[in-house]
């Protein structure tokens, strides 16, 4: 089956810099790659998803890039705020079966 | 439109004990999943149900039965629980197996002693 690997575990950066987590995942057929966010004592919550079709993409802060041939992908934050400090989570998937697989997560805190 | 409802929220148990998760949707979703959320390990997939009147194991369904009731409903039942299955429960939904975004509950936090 697929297996999902985050780096880091924990990520501590200043309000204003950049902060990049990076996946990488085995199945080859996989085709879907979201990210999600999830603050203290909340349910996870979709931000960016990007499509094997696709190699970036962007909304607003927030970017993401696939490289399948390496079979890795990063989520890129820019100009961070304390409000971005969650735990974030990417996830790989093949659309016609279903299934989500997810890291293991990164904490990131955001220093005013 | 509340999305994902899990129920309880919180819960106790002693080794033993069986109890049921429950979880409904209201988005008219084919597609429902059980994780479960241990820390340093993300969420893991528990069982899952492609369509109504079909489930399938996940990464980790030692110990757990569902069962998908209807479209809108997906149980999860821990027959005889142990405290290795202390852990935040989340239910999600997904629109299709061609969509998705998956809806997440806001989780069921239970503790075995």
């Known amino acids: 089956g697929e297996n999902v690997e985050q780096h880091p575990s924990t990520l501590s950066v200043q309000e204003g810099d950049s902060a990049v987590i990076k996946c990488t995942y085995s199945?080859?057929?996989?085709?879907?790659f979201p990210w999600y966010k999830q603050e203290l004592g909340k349910r996870p919550q979709l931000i960016i998803d990007?499509?094997?079709?696709?190699g970036e993409k962007k909304d607003q802060r927030i970017a993401v890039t696939l490289n399948k041939t390496a079979k890795h992908f990063s989520l890129h934050i820019t100009e961070t705020q304390p409000e971005d400090s969650a735990v974030y989570f990417c996830?790989?998937?093949?659309?016609?079966?279903?299934?989500?697989?997810f890291g293991q997560g990164t904490i990131l805190t955001v220093h005013p | 439109n509340a999305g994902v409802t899990q129920t309880p929220k919180f819960q106790v148990l002693k080794t033993g004990q069986s109890m049921t998760l429950q979880c409904a949707q209201d988005?008219?979703?084919?597609?429902m999943y059980w994780y479960r959320q241990d820390p340093g390990m993300g969420l893991r997939l528990i069982y899952y149900?492609?369509?109504?009147?079909?489930?399938d194991k996940g990464e980790v369904p030692n110990g757990y039965n569902v069962s998908r009731l209807n479209k809108r409903e997906f149980s999860l039942r821990l027959e005889s629980a142990a405290p290795s299955q202390t852990s935040v429960y989340f239910c999600?939904?997904?629109?299709?197996?061609?969509?998705?975004?998956?809806?997440f509950g806001q989780g069921t936090r239970l503790t075995v002693v």
């Open positions: 999600a939904s997904t629109p299709t197996l061609q969509g998705f975004e998956a809806f």
């Open positions: 199945d080859s057929a996989s085709n879907y």
């Open positions: 990007i499509r094997s079709n696709v």
């Open positions: 996830a790989a998937g093949e659309t016609s079966y279903g299934k989500l697989t």
């Open positions: 988005m008219n979703h084919n597609s």
């Open positions: 149900s492609a369509s109504e009147g079909t489930t």
